[in-house]
Every structure is written in C-alpha cells, then in structure tokens.
C-alpha cells in the first residue's frame, strides 16, 4: 500500500463556547486539511491514472466541493451555543454562510466531521488513513478512522 496526501485550506470563523479564556471569542482562522489516504497503485496500461493510487486532481475536487466550498468564509457555530445561534438567527435575511453543527467546533470535532464528508465520495480500493487538521501554523488535530492513534 501506498499513501498519498493532498491538501486544502480555507479562511472560517468559530468559537469555543465554554473556553476559559480567548478561545470564547467569535475569531477566525485560516484552516488547512491534509488527507492522507492509501491504496494501491494503479497498473492498468493507458489508464489515465495509471502509476497513481488515485488521481490529485479528483482528490482536489472532492476535497474543494465537499470541505472548502461548503465552509469557505463561513461561520462553524455549535448548535448549543445559544449567543451565536440567537444571533444568527437575527439576521437570517442576510444569508449569511452558517455551519450549525451538533458538537463544539474545535480543531479535534471539525477534523472528525471533515472525516465524515468526505468517507463516502472516496473511490472504492482506497481508504482515508488521516484527516489532519490545522488551526494554527503550529496547532493540529489528526483524525485516525479506524481510531488506531500510532
Ligand atoms: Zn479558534
């Protein structure tokens, strides 16, 4: 088996509601998602992959359609959050991009979440092995499916 990462990046807002110090701020930060998945290669003569355990470029596109394109300047709120669902709830009119999520979105929570957009769209032969996901330049969370943490 091999494993081949590809990586995206999007700017998104958050906050950790219950945090006990700057984190319960409503800030912002520029994300970036390393998939890492592995598979074998494929030998098929001619084939347009041929040499590759699954094309960069369709991994670019599901990564973009499924991640980036649906929280790109976006706010990633906790459903329990009452100030900021309350808050956007007030200006609904504005469309604004509101992700509402079930947990609170910490590095650890969204990587797991990135994880479960993601696991249906990846071709059959290949498996997601990490989802790492960084807050910061020097912050990340990885997220291992199979729940083996090496
Ligand atoms: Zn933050």
Redesign the pocket.
């Known amino acids: 088996m091999i494993e081949i990462t590809k990586i995206i990046e999007w700017d998104m807002g958050?906050?950790?509601p219950n945090h006990r110090s700057k984190?319960r701020n409503l800030?912002?930060?520029r994300y970036r998602m390393e998939m890492t998945i592995s598979g074998k290669i494929i030998d098929k003569p001619g084939d347009s992959s041929e040499g590759m355990v699954l094309d960069f470029g369709d991994l670019k596109s599901t990564m973009m359609m499924k991640i980036h394109d649906t929280l790109d300047h976006g706010c990633m709120i906790y459903d329990q959050d009452l100030l900021l669902t309350g808050f956007f709830e007030s200006c609904a009119h504005e469309n604004l991009r509101v992700i509402k999520v079930p947990f609170i979105?910490?590095?650890e929570n969204i990587a797991e979440w990135c994880f479960e957009q993601l696991c249906n769209s990846i071709p059959a032969g290949v498996k997601i092995v990490n989802i790492r996901l960084y807050?910061?330049p020097n912050s990340w969370a990885d997220y291992k499916p199979d729940g083996s943490i090496d």
């Open positions: 958050h906050r950790v984190c800030h912002g930060h979105p910490t590095a807050e910061t």
